[in-house]
């Protein structure tokens, strides 16, 4: 079929010069020698040898279709060089025949059955730089259920075979071409039957380059193996007892070196090559050959053709122990970090402890006192032993006094507009005015407020009022500062004028505000922002940290291409799930017996509850986090996409789980949201078993647990799904 249209092409382009005819009536012959790709199309499926077919497929990135309509046969033992240039699809259709990609149309067919047949060594390294060459042997090893001894074994033979260094350097200690030699024993590592490596040679010595090409000769010669291998050097796939040529997303040619070479009547590969790609452009410019296209298109996983090899064991102990193993070599490795992790909830509550609720000190404040402007100018404190209400005592220094004890630092004004300009310019928190004679008017007002007039009858309560009152101007623009000074202010001043009372020998109530705020239901008389906010921040920092460290840890293989591979060599998301979920939850618990020590036995926050309770629904708290943390891996491709997803939900959670503010306080809309997000009933309950001493069977604390145990099944879920709906979870992008 391809031999007719191609003598088509020829005929009908008579405007094409005579080296293109010569190319394409050359290539002609090829074609017709060399079995070409697509007329083996049929014949192929039904010839069991075959180690791998491929019909009719189609795969593209977004609108752009790199594999189009491609037939491919790999006959079983033997080297099967894919050569084209770069770009051409390569990489892609190895990836399909591996299951690291779908097609979106066609078929894969493979003689293996397991996937453990199967050695792929990827284009990219795709293992952990911070693993050691042994390391890396065991965790592949357990990956393929091979035992200790076998490991070893087959590790030194691989380091002898390949020339590795020493075992116990790690990846980030050895050269490109070293690493990319240990990417290949581990694709061999478990002695498969269909060995299928992208581009093994590049950057390597050439020496080093033959002798793999021996080593694989060998294992096709002798062992039966099949090597489906890529390469730029096309010289050295002449090797290969079978030449594929690709470009452009199709095979052009499928023949042995010998028959490609006779049949173009080239004495190089590459001169061949050259041959049939200008066969094949002057086809395609001559005559528009079109591309079968795909019945249907599929969006959803579930609708994909399947990968040609299925994982049909959903777990299993070695798997699980690989994952677990390289968890803990990867922490062992980075000590500093592992302690940072583990202790980074400690350090956050014992700053957040020492940092935040506690009252600001030395704070400047703006005071003009008229009842001393214009006689010595300062307060002078004889006077305190008369009772004020008869005798000449000075309140407003009394008062200033007292804010001096509270640490207030004073600056004294001369006139209302400095000091109101001060606290413009920032110079003072605030200011306060009193008026001349506010001691006495103060008295006046205590003393019978009633009926006061002056000489001529005329009422002037008015202005006693007025002046025996303390006048101030704040800076409104900080809530805590304002609250704070206005607070001190006006306990210093209830402080002075009770102690007054004393002196007159009548009671202090007298001048109280007639309100009193009895012993606390809960918490302690003098409350602090802090006892609010902490349930709120071990809560915060509970589900995070395990969210952050999943995410990061998974989306990181996931970038380097380390999850692919070993999913690829047949690890499941249970596995990898079920190692992180032990790691982690080692963590958890270390974390959370140390900041509740911190938080309730260091630093005085209230707590009155059960030890258990509280204990547990932290560490629910932090596995919802982890849950988490698998879905932001799954649905994120980088590290970047997680860090958006991770900082737009805390700031979200922060602001509806009542650490900012109450939640009492959010507009009623947003309220009947947050009240089911997954850290508003954990505070609250959090909260009520702490501070309150509260017990399971009340509703604000077991609403939590519900809360947040919903949360863990509904992060589970959507993981789930994704991972069955989405196409290519694990690829890197
Ligand atoms: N994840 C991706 N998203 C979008 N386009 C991609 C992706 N991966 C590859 N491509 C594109 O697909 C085409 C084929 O890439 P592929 O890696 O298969 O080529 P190749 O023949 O292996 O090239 P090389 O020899 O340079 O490795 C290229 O144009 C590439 O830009």
């Known amino acids: 079929m391809t031999t007719s249209r191609g003598a088509k092409g020829v005929a009908g382009s008579g405007e094409n010069n005579r080296a293109d005819a010569v190319a394409v009536a050359t290539v002609d012959a090829v074609a017709a020698t060399s079995v070409p790709a697509a007329t083996t199309a049929v014949a192929a499926f039904s010839r069991p040898s075959s180690a791998v077919v491929v019909r009719s497929a189609y795969k593209q990135y977004g609108q752009t279709a790199i594999l189009k309509d491609l037939n491919l046969t790999i006959p079983d033992g033997k080297i099967y060089g894919l050569l084209g240039p770069s770009g051409c699809g390569k990489t892609t259709l190895l990836s399909c025949i591996v299951g690291r990609l779908r097609l979106d149309s066609g078929e894969i067919k493979l003689k293996g059955k397991h996937i453990s047949d199967i050695g792929y060594m990827p284009q990219e390294l795709a293992l952990h730089n911070e693993l050691s060459i042994k390391e890396t042997f065991t965790y592949y090893g357990y990956i393929f259920n091979l035992s200790d001894d076998v490991i070893e074994k087959r590790g030194r033979e691989l380091k002898e075979l390949l020339k590795l260094p020493s075992y116990s350097l790690s990846l980030n200690e050895i050269s490109g071409g070293q690493q990319r030699r240990v990417s290949l024993a581990v694709a061999m590592l478990h002695d498969p039957k269909l060995l299928i490596l992208d581009e093994p040679t590049v950057g390597l010595d050439p020496l080093i380059s033959q002798s793999i090409w021996e080593l694989l000769l060998d294992l096709t010669a002798n062992e039966g193996k099949t090597v489906i291998i890529t390469t730029h050097y096309i010289e050295e796939a002449k090797q290969s007892q079978m030449i594929g040529l690709m470009r452009k997303g199709t095979l052009l040619s499928e023949a042995s070196p010998t028959e490609l070479l006779t049949s173009c009547n080239c004495s190089y590969l590459e001169e061949a090559f050259l041959k049939i790609c200008q066969n094949h452009v002057a086809k395609t410019n001559s005559f528009k050959i079109p591309v079968k296209q795909p019945t249907r298109r599929f969006s959803y996983a579930r609708d ?425 979870v694990w690829t890197k992008s």
């Open 304 to 728: 994909l053709p399947p990968p040609p090899l299925l994982n049909n064991k959903l777990f299993t102990f070695g798997r699980f122990k690989a994952q677990v193993c390289k968890n803990m070599y990867l922490l062992r490795r980075n000590i500093p970090f592992t302690l940072f992790v583990i202790f980074l909830p400690l350090i956050q509550t014992v700053l957040f402890n020492i940092a935040c609720g506690h009252d600001p000190k030395h704070l400047s404040l703006g005071i003009l006192n008229e009842e001393f402007v214009g006689n010595s100018g300062k307060c002078s404190l004889t006077q305190t032993k008369n009772c004020f209400l008869d005798e000449n005592v000075s309140v407003s220094c009394l008062v200033l006094e007292r804010l001096k004890e509270k640490t207030f630092e004073l600056v004294e004004y001369t006139n209302e507009e400095d000091g109101k300009y001060a606290v413009k310019e920032n110079k003072v928190w605030g200011f306060i005015h009193f008026s001349k004679n506010f001691s006495d008017n103060l008295a006046i007002r205590f003393n019978d407020a009633t009926d006061i007039s002056d000489e001529n009858g005329t009422d002037i309560s008015d202005s006693m009022f007025d002046k025996g009152t303390i006048h101030a101007w704040v800076d409104n623009t900080n809530k805590y500062m304002y609250d704070m000074i206005k607070k001190e202010v006006f306990e210093s001043y209830t402080d002075v004028v009770d102690s007054l009372f004393n002196k007159c020998n009548k009671s202090e109530k007298l001048g109280n505000i007639p309100i009193r705020l009895l012993e606390p239901v809960y918490g302690n008389k003098k409350p602090s922002f802090i006892h609010y906010a902490s349930p709120a921040i071990i809560a915060l920092c509970a589900f995070y940290l395990p969210a952050i460290y999943t995410g990061a840890t998974i989306i990181s293989e996931k970038e380097g291409g380390v999850i692919e591979r070993v999913v690829l060599s047949g690890m499941n998301f249970i596995e990898i799930a079920f190692a992180q979920v032990l790691v982690q939850m080692i963590f958890i618990i270390i974390q959370t017996t140390l900041v509740m020590i911190v938080m309730f036995l260091v630093f005085d926050n209230p707590f009155v509850g059960d030890i258990f309770p509280s204990f547990t629904l932290l560490t629910l708290i932090g596995s919802g986090g982890m849950c988490f943390g698998f879905f932001t891996a799954i649905v994120c491709r980088t590290q970047t996409e997680a860090s958006f997803l991770g900082i737009g939900t805390n700031f979200l959670l922060k602001f509806l789980c009542g650490l900012m503010w109450p939640t009492e306080g959010i507009h009623y809309l947003l309220r009947s949201v947050s009240v089911y997000m997954p850290l508003t009933m954990s505070t609250e309950s959090l909260r009520s078993l702490t501070a309150k001493g509260l017990g399971l069977e009340h509703p604000s604390v077991y609403l939590g647990f519900v809360s947040i145990f919903s949360w863990i099944l509904v992060f589970s879920l959507a993981s789930f799904i994704m991972l069955k709906l989405k196409r290519d």
